[in-house]
């Protein structure tokens, strides 16, 4: 069965860091790779995904991520963060095989940007 | 469009009663889901299903119930409730592209579930 692991539970930065949250999954067939980010009382939004091509892509409001295959990895990154990006952030990943239907999920990734 | 909707968004239960929580989509979605958030475990699928009349179980199926008779409803049942089932469902929805579901999902604003 895949699974996703999120090593970092909380990150705390100040305005104008820079964010890298790590993600590595264990499938080791194609998949489909995403971004999640929830922000305070609010639901899941996409941030970004990755399905074929470029293995840098560039989501909303900044953020890009990097997938490297060769190390199992989908690496969650923004040059400068800001207070407004102060959320839950998970990653997910779909395996394309036949239980590709299902979206595994990191356990999240708390970010508290302090002004 | 509304998008995916859920209710109620609270709901106290306790231990043994049964309710249903209601998810719809107005997006014409062929593919619905439930997920359940626990805090540190991110979010785990309850069941899923990839159109009317199919359903199939996810990760953590145990203790819940679902149907499909419609392409815009997916409705959650918990048969007894438990304190383990404590926690926010959320709902979501996708489309299909080539009959592939591999497709990012809409979720709902979530139901914050508290059984005693």
């Known amino acids: 069965a895949q699974s996703v692991s999120q090593h970092n539970h909380h990150v705390i930065l100040s305005e104008a860091a820079s964010l890298e949250l790590g993600c590595n999954y264990s499938?080791?067939?194609?998949?489909?790779l995403f971004w999640y980010v929830q922000y305070p009382g609010q639901h899941l939004q996409l941030l970004l995904k990755y399905f074929s091509g470029d293995p840098l892509v560039k989501g909303i409001k900044g953020f890009e991520a990097e997938f490297i295959k060769s190390k199992f990895s989908f690496n969650l990154r923004k040059p400068s963060v800001q207070w407004s990006d102060t959320a839950e952030y998970f990653c997910a990943v779909n395996a394309r095989n036949n239980a590709g239907n299902m979206l595994t999920f990191g356990g999240g990734t708390r970010l508290m940007v302090k002004p | 469009n509304a998008g995916v909707t859920q209710t109620p968004k609270f709901q106290v239960l306790k231990t043994g009663q049964s309710m249903t929580l209601q998810c719809a989509q107005d997006?014409?979605?062929?593919?619905m889901s439930w997920y359940r958030q626990d805090p540190g475990m991110g979010l785990r699928l309850i069941h899923y299903?990839?159109?009317?009349?199919?359903?199939d179980q996810g990760e953590v199926p145990n203790g819940y119930n679902v149907s499909r008779s419609t392409t815009e409803d997916f409705p959650l049942r918990l048969l007894s409730a438990a304190p383990s089932q404590t926690s926010v469902y959320f709902c979501?929805?996708?489309?299909?592209?080539?009959?592939?579901?591999?497709?990012?999902?809409?979720f709902g604003p979530g139901t914050r579930l508290t059984v005693l």
């Open positions: 499938y080791g067939g194609t998949v489909n």
């Open positions: 299903s990839v159109g009317a009349g199919i359903t």
């Open positions: 979501a929805s996708s489309y299909s592209s080539g009959g592939s579901f591999y497709n990012e999902q809409f």
């Open positions: 997006m014409n979605h062929e593919y």
